[in-house]
């Protein structure tokens, strides 16, 4: 069974940082990218970051870029979220998934995610 | 940026056809991915590359595309398919989300 389970969520004060950790198993992590979605209290799905299975590449929303860093480590099987100069509306629950290319996809435009995490809760809070 | 725009709610008796439409400019030249949150859960992808269903979706999940809207089709809507929706598709190397359509199947 194909797993990830997302770490490090918690209550943090505004300008604070934080980093989530997503750990893998049940499948050969360092052959997939990566993706961090984040949902707001009562508000729909925000991507925010993707990263390449060798790490050698990420792409980020713009709302979130030089603010937030993705990143992995394919020995461990986990993928990594740093979040820092946290403000409150930052508050949301934090997923990471899986990204995949199938049926002859070769780029991201038609990708998916696939496999999602139970998501973890960063409250931003003073 | 990038917008995809989606009815806040759509609501289906058991057993009709449910449409939730999404769309965005020259969304047809795209693929989109949509995906189904049911309370308290996670995300699910139902619907890749505008029309393909992932493996353990019911057949009565498809989706379409025709100019710049996308469209989730649900047939024989059952009380389970009740959730939220999110449309997806990539734009200069972003990732949107529509804002998603409550489906109510009452």
């Known amino acids: 069974q194909v797993y990830l389970v997302e770490s490090g969520g918690g209550v943090v004060q505004p300008g604070g940082s934080l980093r989530l950790s997503c750990a893998a198993s049940?499948?050969?992590?360092?052959?997939?990218?990566m993706e961090w979605v984040r949902q707001a209290p009562g508000k729909g799905l925000e991507w925010l970051a993707l990263?390449?299975?060798?790490?050698?590449?990420?792409l980020y929303a713009e709302s979130v870029k030089g603010q937030f860093t993705i990143s992995r480590d394919n020995s461990k099987n986990t993928l990594f979220l740093q979040m820092n100069s946290l403000r409150a509306e930052d508050t949301a629950v934090y997923y990471c998934a899986r990204h995949l290319w199938r049926d002859g996809c070769n780029s991201i435009t038609c990708s998916l995610m696939d496999v999602w995490g139970q998501g973890t809760t960063v409250t931003v809070s003073s | 940026s990038y917008e995809l725009a989606q009815p806040p709610s759509v609501s289906v008796s058991p057993g009709q056809t449910a449409s939730i439409t999404c769309s965005g400019d020259?969304?047809?030249?795209?693929?989109v991915s949509w995906y189904q949150q049911r309370p308290g859960q996670s995300p699910v992808v139902v619907i890749y590359?505008?029309?393909k269903r992932p493996s353990g979706i019911p057949e009565r999940f498809s989706g379409s595309t025709s100019g710049n809207t996308a469209t989730l089709t649900i047939s024989g809507t059952q009380t389970m398919d009740e959730a939220d929706y999110y449309c997806q598709a990539w734009d200069s190397s972003t990732a949107v989300f529509g804002g998603g359509t409550k489906l109510t199947v009452l």
């Open positions: 020259k969304l047809g030249d795209k693929f």
């Open positions: 590359q505008n029309n």
């Open positions: 990263i390449w299975s060798d790490g050698s590449n990420s």
């Open positions: 049940g499948f050969i992590f360092g052959n997939h990218g």
